[in-house]
T-cell receptor, first 114, second 111 residues
């Protein structure tokens, strides 16, 4: 059972364009939704995260949009740069207690062409 | 400051052998997680430690996998009788207040 579904699997964007990655979750108990960026040979690094009490969160060029009723959230990368080329993972967890174990999507390989 | 470190970075072993993978978390982080990332997939949760105790080991695939954190800092993931299907990158993450910081992982190859 895939609890977090991510699309697209890969994405090619021109420099300066907008990259959009979508995720859908099934478990309504999830209440913490982070996005991670991973470069080859490195571990995932937290990019931005949102909780369901807000519908949008923006940090620099990165924005998360959250739709609680549809159980969907998305990452928008504005003014995409070649340095943004990486694999992006959405994830979800329950924050009750101290266990924040993450359920990840399968990832999106983003390529930003110069 | 120092991040999460994992050793070795690469481990090649033969089917049936025993392996140990080490994780050094960020100093002071009480929570430690192990994940497994297969090629082309997202990380999958294996086990969570709060302090010295394994608070959630629901992600361990079978009893060949075991992990310890005896002093509440360094953790070791142990895999007995390795199988080719165990080949993956094993990631460790530590946390203090929710946000997880990942190490670079150990790439395990079982021949």
């Amino acid at each position: 059972q895939q609890q977090v579904k991510q699309s697209p699997q890969s994405l090619i964007v021109q420099k300066g364009g907008i990259s959009i990655i979508n995720c859908a979750y099934e478990n309504t108990a999830f209440d913490y939704f982070p996005w991670y960026q991973q470069f080859p040979g490195k571990g995932p690094a937290l990019l931005i995260a949102i909780r369901p009490d807000v519908s949008e969160k923006k940090e620099g060029r990165f924005t998360i949009s959250f739709n609680k009723s549809a159980k969907q959230f998305s990452l928008h990368i504005m003014d995409s740069q070649p340095g943004d080329s990486a694999t992006y993972f959405c994830a979800a967890s329950r924050s009750g207690g101290s266990n924040y174990k993450l359920t990840f999507g399968k990832g999106t390989l983003l390529t930003v062409n110069p | 400051g120092a991040g999460v470190s994992q050793t070795p970075s690469n481990k090649v072993t033969e089917k049936g052998k025993y392996v140990e993978l080490r994780c050094d978390p960020i100093s002071g982080h009480t929570a430690l997680y192990w994940y497994r990332q297969s090629l082309g997939q997202g990380p999958e949760f294996l086990i969570y430690f709060q302090g010295t105790g394994a608070a959630d080991d629901s992600g361990l695939p079978n009893d060949r996998f075991f992990a310890v954190r005896p002093e509440g800092s360094v953790s070791t993931l142990k895999i007995q009788r390795t199988e080719r299907g165990d080949s993956a990158v094993y990631l460790c993450a530590s946390s203090l207040m929710g946000e997880q910081f990942f190490g670079p992982g150990t790439r395990l190859t079982v021949l």
